[in-house]
């Protein structure tokens, strides 16, 4: 009777009544496990970076207003979020290439349709459509910079407040009030043929030499971009000259003197193509002072022939100056370079070196700047702090640390002193690495190329090494027990150029100083490697600590007792020095005691009688 009543309930846990909504419980909770389980997976970070980076922040602002949303005597009220913009994120700099593009037409088309009339009557529609859209991009702008955050001990600002106060209290707020003013409605009054009312509109050109400098930044080709930009103000200057130019003559009168226009009634003359080019000639010719002009009549005109040759004179100092500099930048890199093998070869040719070995040292150099192999990281790098230092080091040579066996599940500490510490090394084909019965002070891991592991003839290949191989971590451990002791116990030989990662024993002997326990688990895996290959005694590695670790350990001491006895003399040295400034103090303020309470006495006894 229980079996029969047990298998009845079972069976009405999923029949009657409530059988379909048990069933879709159950379908529901099992969607959410599959769900919730392999989105964990899904972003599961990398934990060899994860080692080294740590857990993300959170965001700050939204822990405090979770800390400060609820008072003593008050209602929760969630804060109010407010867009604002981070001036160091893509999206400002986004927002600046879009603001620079009307800044930069009415930079060129405001005085090119005020001087030349045809240009403005005969687009007027086009010229307002722009206009206002540039107007509309003002606005925009305004607001975002409003809405543009600052950093404030370290932290973005976003409280709508301070960003206003801020934005308010700066020159350029000004500028942009002005910049935005309606000055068109003046075209009510004097007509369409004025765009010079919109002038204010070009205020807002500091918007537009942001976006250069973010992108000179941003660049990978910066000397490039700098003579470009360096082109564009030149070009920009010459437009304007070009336009008072014309400004000038239609003034003066066309075709009044030689230096003006010519009389725009002949029909070659009167074309607007035809204007503007010449104006834009003769700016180009004046200001470069390169050709000949027609010479000046009128004092106005001479007035301002003298005003464009002091412009021209400065564009031309600068164009050398700039262009000179951007020029020896560009070359910085293979003048130094150049130098080195200049040094190189002159040594060579002082000691005689053979031709053969001089032709292979020049070819190592020209493969290290055909393949721009020349950079120097620790010298690129060492203006960085430590961790963005390691960050960059952990990007480039992730790939290659991973396959490191010993290193797989090191501290993240540890994993940041080694990838320091890790120096590229290029050899040229035939070039061995190691031989033999070598003492083995490095370790390497194949960037690139091939390696061959050959017998004692140097021809006999027994295997390729290829890229992500290693060899010599064993040699470096000193573990002991070892068959081979810190001895190489193959030739290995570079069958082309290959670039491998170095790492000396010393490097990660000092970086283990500051993690014994990682020093144990390195010494257990390579000792495990070691078994594997049968290659470790085992009552060796059983006996006591070894005379030659115990010898190191003594002079690692000694080296530090010398550096300690430095740095206390050092400070001894110092000691003593700032006593003998104290006493020269005390001696100078003790003498000007003794003769003021001398002159006191002195008073007192002439006041007696």
């Known amino acids: 009777m229980e079996t029969g009543g047990l298998s009845e309930s079972r069976r009405s846990s999923f029949t009657g009544s409530g059988a379909i909504a048990r069933l879709s419980r159950f379908v529901l909770s099992v969607t959410s496990w599959a769900r919730r389980h392999l989105h964990h997976e899904d972003e599961r970070p990398d934990s060899f970076l994860e080692r080294i980076r740590g857990?993300?922040?959170?965001?700050?602002?939204?822990?405090?207003?979770?800390?400060?949303?609820?008072?003593?005597?008050?209602?929760?009220?969630?804060?109010?979020?407010i867009f604002v913009m981070d001036p160091s994120s893509n999206m400002y700099y986004r927002w600046l290439s879009i603001i620079a593009v009307p800044v930069f037409y009415n930079w060129c088309m405001?005085?090119?349709?005020?001087?030349?009339?045809?240009?403005q009557l005969d687009h007027v529609l086009l010229w307002f459509i722009l206009d206002y859209c540039s107007d509309a991009a003002y606005i925009l702008d305004t607001f975002v910079r409003i809405r543009t955050g600052f950093l404030e001990q370290g932290l973005l600002v976003r409280d709508e407040t301070k960003l206003r106060l801020n934005y308010q209290e700066t020159k350029q707020f000004k500028l942009d009030l002005l910049s935005l003013f309606p000055t068109d409605l003046l075209y009510l009054k004097f007509g369409l043929n004025y765009p010079e009312l919109r002038f204010n509109r070009l205020l807002r050109i500091s918007r537009l030499f942001e976006f250069f400098d973010r992108t000179e930044t941003r660049t990978n080709y910066p000397n490039i971009f700098r003579i470009g930009n360096l082109v564009l103000y030149?070009?920009?200057?010459?437009?304007?000259?070009?336009?008072?130019?014309?400004?000038?003559?239609?003034?003066?009168?066309?075709?009044?003197?030689?230096?003006?226009?010519?009389?725009?009634?002949?029909?070659?003359?009167?074309?607007?193509?035809?204007?503007?080019?010449?104006?834009?000639?003769w700016s180009t010719l004046t200001l470069t002072t390169i050709g000949e002009t027609p010479p000046p009549v009128k004092d106005e005109e001479f007035l301002f022939v003298v005003i464009d040759f002091l412009v021209g004179v400065l564009i031309f100092a600068t164009i050398v100056g700039n262009v000179g500099s951007m020029i020896s930048n560009m070359n910085a890199s293979r003048a130094e370079f150049q130098s080195k093998v200049d040094a190189i070869k002159q040594y060579m040719?002082?000691?005689?070196?053979?031709?053969?070995?001089?032709?292979?040292?020049?070819?190592?150099?020209?493969?290290?700047w055909t393949n721009k192999k020349t950079v120097e990281e620790r010298e690129v790098l060492k203006y960085l702090?430590?961790?963005?230092?390691?960050?960059?080091?952990?990007?480039?040579?992730?790939?290659?640390?991973?396959?490191?066996?010993?290193?797989?599940?090191?501290?993240?500490?540890?994993?940041?002193?080694?990838?320091?510490?890790?120096?590229?090394?290029?050899?040229?084909?035939?070039?061995?690495?190691?031989?033999?019965?070598?003492?083995?002070?490095?370790?390497?891991?194949?960037?690139?190329?091939?390696?061959a592991v050959v017998a004692d003839d140097g021809v006999t290949q027994f295997v390729v090494l290829s890229d992500g191989s290693y060899f010599g971590e064993i040699s470096i451990l000193n573990i002991k027990g070892s068959k081979s002791g810190n001895r190489r116990t193959a030739n290995i030989r570079s069958i082309g150029y290959s670039d491998l990662f170095c790492l000396s024993k010393d490097d990660l002997m000092e970086a283990l100083t500051e993690y014994p326990d990682a020093k144990k688990a390195l010494e257990e895996k390579g000792r495990q490697i070691l078994m594997k290959d049968n290659l470790i005694d085992e009552e060796a590695a059983k006996a006591g600590a070894d005379p030659k670790d115990m010898e190191e350990?003594?002079?690692?001491?000694e080296v530090s007792l010398d550096s300690l006895q430095t740095r206390f003399a050092r400070l001894l040295a110092e000691f003593t020095t700032s006593q003998s400034k104290v006493k020269q103090r005390l001696i100078k303020v003790e003498s000007k005691v003794k003769k003021y309470e001398s002159g006191t006495v002195s008073e007192d006894e002439g006041e007696k009688p």
């Not at 939204?62 to 979020?81: D, T, V, W, Y």
């Not at 090119?112 to 240009?119: G, H, P």
């Not at 991973?402 to 510490?421: M, N, S, T, Y």
Request: hydrophobic letters at 35%; aromatic letters at 10%.
């Open 385 to 451: 702090p430590d961790k963005l230092r390691a960050e960059i080091a952990i990007n480039v040579h992730l790939d290659t640390l991973r396959k490191v066996r010993i290193f797989q599940d090191c501290e993240a500490g540890l994993l940041v002193e080694l990838v320091l510490k890790l120096r590229p090394t290029v050899f040229s084909p035939g070039d061995y690495i190691c031989k033999k019965g070598d003492i083995g002070r490095e370790m390497y891991i194949i960037k690139e190329g091939k390696l």
């Open 55 to 81: 857990p993300e922040l959170k965001d700050i602002h939204s822990r405090e207003s979770n800390a400060n949303s609820e008072e003593p005597g008050q209602l929760k009220q969630k804060q109010k979020e």
């Open 553 to 557: 350990k003594i002079e690692r001491l």
């Open 349 to 368: 040719h002082f000691r005689k070196v053979t031709k053969d070995l001089e032709a292979r040292v020049i070819k190592w150099f020209d493969y290290l």
């Open 234 to 281: 030149i070009l920009i200057i010459i437009h304007w000259n070009a336009c008072i130019y014309y400004a000038i003559s239609k003034q003066i009168g066309f075709g009044t003197d030689s230096w003006v226009y010519p009389n725009v009634s002949i029909p070659e003359h009167g074309r607007l193509s035809r204007k503007y080019i010449y104006s834009l000639y």
């Open 110 to 119: 405001l005085i090119c349709r005020a001087c030349f009339d045809e240009l």
